[in-house]
């Protein structure tokens, strides 16, 4: 069987994305297995994201589960003498004509630099390769700079979900993007 969540976006690959507003690149490309530490360590940063664990992050690479997509963003300059030169990831999963973002994460200090919008522009492109007729996804309504990410990307709040988060207790927004069908 091939392997699909690691196939899928394979022009992705190698993109690279100027960063700002300093020196380097980074790469948007398909995250692999050996990813899924990074992930996790990035992930458990950030109290905003949706918390899963590692087995969880590695049954989107096992055969015949169901399609994901796990896209990381990278800092090619391995210099830094970070431990982690994840900037972001994201996890989508995608089935039928939806596309559901499960979770996206931008580290703190590489935040306000387009890593999110290239994550998800890179999403939407997946998406549309597979035929998907829409995006989903929750967010946390104290989260701005999300919103206003989703926004500027043409997602729009479809739904209100009260209580929908723990750790603090809070308020879900459902936001939709509609994609073109193949031909439109």
Same mark, same amino acid.
Request: charged share 25%.
């Given at each position: 069987?091939?392997?699909?969540?690691?196939?899928?976006?394979?022009?992705?690959?190698?993109?690279?994305?100027?960063?700002?507003?300093?020196?380097?690149?980074?790469?948007?490309?398909?995250?692999?297995?050996?990813?899924?530490?990074?992930?996790?360590?990035?992930?458990?940063?950030?109290? +905003?994201?949706?918390?899963? $664990?590692? @087995? =969880?992050? !590695?049954?989107?690479?096992?055969?015949?589960a169901p399609t994901r997509m796990v896209l990381v963003c990278r800092d090619e300059d391995q210099t830094t003498g970070r431990k982690n030169l994840l900037?972001?990831?994201?996890?989508?999963?995608?089935?039928?004509?939806?596309?559901?973002?499960?979770?996206?994460?931008?580290?703190?200090?590489?935040?306000?630099?387009?890593?999110?919008?290239?994550l998800m522009q890179a999403l939407i492109k997946a998406a549309l390769e597979q035929r998907?007729?829409?995006?989903? +996804?929750?967010?946390?309504? $104290?989260? @701005? =700079?999300? !919103?206003?990410?989703?926004?500027?990307?043409?997602?729009?709040?479809?739904?209100?979900?009260?209580?929908?988060?723990?750790?603090?207790?809070?308020?879900?927004?459902?936001?939709?993007?509609?994609?073109?069908?193949?031909?439109?």
């Amino acid at each position: 069987m091939v392997f699909r969540n690691i196939l899928l976006c394979a022009m992705l690959f190698g993109t690279r994305h100027k960063r700002r507003p300093s020196g380097g690149a980074a790469i948007v490309r398909q995250a692999t297995i050996d990813d899924v530490p990074a992930i996790v360590s990035l992930e458990r940063d950030s109290p +905003l994201a949706s918390h899963w $664990s590692e @087995a =969880a992050y !590695r049954t989107a690479f096992e055969p015949g589960a169901p399609t994901r997509m796990v896209l990381v963003c990278r800092d090619e300059d391995q210099t830094t003498g970070r431990k982690n030169l994840l900037q972001g990831f994201l996890l989508a999963r995608i089935s039928g004509g939806e596309c559901e973002l499960e979770n996206i994460v931008v580290a703190g200090h590489f935040q306000r630099r387009g890593i999110g919008t290239q994550l998800m522009q890179a999403l939407i492109k997946a998406a549309l390769e597979q035929r998907a007729l829409q995006i989903f +996804l929750e967010v946390r309504e $104290s989260n @701005a =700079a999300a !919103r206003s990410l989703y926004a500027k990307l043409g997602f729009q709040i479809t739904n209100r979900r009260q209580s929908y988060y723990n750790h603090p207790t809070e308020d879900a927004f459902l936001y939709a993007l509609a994609l073109k069908e193949s031909g439109d």
